[in-house]
């Protein structure tokens, strides 16, 4: 009799895990599903907000719509460095059309055996072209910290204003990287010399 309701207790703990184990499965699997058939749903229904907005807050669609491809304007990226660093931009010059949402990637890299802060500032050339340069991502937005020997991508991510003049057919962007809080080099100490002099 014993051995019997083993033998149940044993099938019955059997099927119970088989059962577990279906339920896992379909669980694990309607979870892989859900990613396309939420894409599928919000490219049906059009509410893809989570990655169809821009910064702007409009939807690609919108933003599209504003982009000017019968006109292209040729964009320079130059930089200028005021301390101990390299600072370039990936590329020297793009195309692109109004309206357009571009990247531009500047390296930058500190050689020295200390950690550097500075800050980037922009200029622009032709100075009408600066009300309608529109950055939406850059590093000059806030002060950089720079590890010893640390090298790094930092991107700017902008759009020209359709709105730009038709006359101006080159914009140069140009960044000054300065160093701040520069260390300066400790004074000897007063009684130093003399017991320098005297040894």
């Known amino acids: 009799m014993q051995a019997q309701d083993k033998a149940l207790e044993k099938r019955f703990n059997r099927g119970m895990l088989m059962r577990l184990l279906v339920v896992v499965?379909?669980?694990?699997?309607f979870g892989y599903a859900l990613v396309p058939l939420y894409r599928a749903i919000c490219d049906l229904t059009?509410?893809?907000v989570v990655t169809t907005r821009d910064l702007y807050g409009a939807s690609n669609a919108v933003r599209n719509t504003q982009v000017d491809r019968s006109r292209t304007i040729t964009v320079e990226f130059d930089s200028n460095t005021r301390?101990?660093?390299a600072f370039?931009?990936?590329?020297?010059?793009?195309?692109?059309h109004p309206g357009e949402l571009t990247?531009?990637?500047?390296?930058?890299?500190?050689?020295?055996?200390?950690?550097?802060?500075?800050?980037?500032?922009?200029?622009?050339?032709?100075?009408?072209?600066?009300?309608?340069?529109?950055?939406?991502?850059?590093?000059?937005?806030?002060q950089q910290t720079l590890k010893a020997n640390e090298a790094r991508e930092m991107p700017v991510v902008f759009v020209i204003d359709p709105k730009l003049p038709k006359d101006?057919?080159?914009?140069?962007?140009?960044?000054?990287?300065?160093?701040i809080g520069t260390p300066v080099a400790q004074a000897p100490e007063a009684g130093a010399a003399p017991a320098a002099q005297g040894g």
Do not use: W
């Open 25 to 29: 499965t379909l669980m694990f699997g």
């Open 88 to 96: 370039r931009p990936v590329r020297h010059s793009m195309e692109v």
């Open 103 to 142: 990247t531009i990637v500047y390296e930058v890299a500190n050689g020295q055996p200390r950690d550097i802060s500075a800050q980037a500032i922009p200029s622009y050339a032709p100075k009408q072209a600066t009300e309608y340069f529109r950055k939406v991502e850059c590093f000059c937005f806030k």
């Open 83 to 85: 301390g101990p660093f």
């Open 168 to 179: 101006v057919k080159n914009i140069t962007l140009s960044y000054t990287f300065f160093e």
């Open 46 to 48: 059009g509410i893809n």
